[in-house]
């Protein structure tokens, strides 16, 4: 367990956070453009807990040390072993990050003192970040024209990205699986932290999403959820399959990605931003996953299926994510800036979490970072 007091900062943590540069297409706001104030430290950071995710002892090879487990009580009559309960690990010794911090937090129930923390850290990084791209944009007059920005920013996106050509036609299975390993705690808990955005929602706009939360879910069908399709993807690679097992080798960068959603759903001023930030993702992630579904194709990987379904699943989604952006308009009156920043939001995010894994597996690899 983190010895640590809630609400304090582990020893060598460094309270400002980093912001990624993006793979978000060139416009009014570049990609790699960092809010005043703010430290970075670059996308390429060599790893040595990524030199192996296969090999015995390797950090994405078994249950990671540290953190009792919890049981719950055990039946009466003869003994029987019940499996405990998963337990987050405790941080590395020497402390962790701001945003691996964050994403446990986000992920445990909190009390006020939890609370607190996950508030000073979401005020020194996610609110000046947004801050810093609404003064960077100017007011979109209504939701035709929010539409078109989107449309234009996909375009830009489309229109091709070094690190995802890398990836579909050059990877190795190796730097592949790296990538893989890399977005594991997204895959494993897709979804997840979208349901508090419902109840924020109008009626009608609330059974648009609901019908894309249900998709992600395999309609109740486990074979068919997004997360088992992972799953068989992760046991094909040699990779364990519990979130637990990827803290340790997760970067910055994609915990930032991971973590803006909770932000997004819960704590956020304005659900427009919920709203801009999935409709941006449902649209973008058809061409986003051609490339990991071209490189499963090359590898010979039988398990590519959680990138295929979203290539076909996610044109829909698009749609009801539109569809929920009307009816709320209707319902409560729209802020298309509002959209638009979110949409903006997560173009940077998942771009850079996306170029510095690819970096990361090719440097791991011997190869030349892209």
Known sequence: MNTEAPGTLPPGTDPSGTIPSGTGAPGAEPPGTVPSGTRTTGTVRPRSAVSDPTAPGSAG???VAGGPTVSGPTASGPATARRALPSWPAPASGGESVHRELFRLNR????SR???RVEEIERDWILPLV???EAAGAPVADRAGWQRLLAGLLARERAGNPAGEYLAEQASRREFTLVVREFALDGLTEAQNFFPAVPRLPIKAQMAV??????EFGCGNLQQAHSQLYRLLLAELGLPQEPEHFLD?????TFQFLNVFYWLTQRAPHVEYFLGALAYLEASIPDAFTHQARACERLGIRHGRYYTEHLHIDTFHMREMQLAIKEYEAAYGL???RLWTGARLLSRLIGGAFDAAVARARESAGGVAA
């Not at 080798?249 to 960068?253: H, K, Q, R, S, V």
């Open 131 to 133: 801050r810093s791209m």
């Open 210 to 215: 609901m019908r894309v939360l249900i998709d």
């Open 108 to 111: 445990t129930p909190l009390d």
């Open 114 to 116: 939890l609370l607190a």
């Open 61 to 63: 090879s078994g249950p």
């Open 249 to 253: 080798t997760t970067g910055d960068e």
């Open 335 to 337: 802020d298309p800036t």
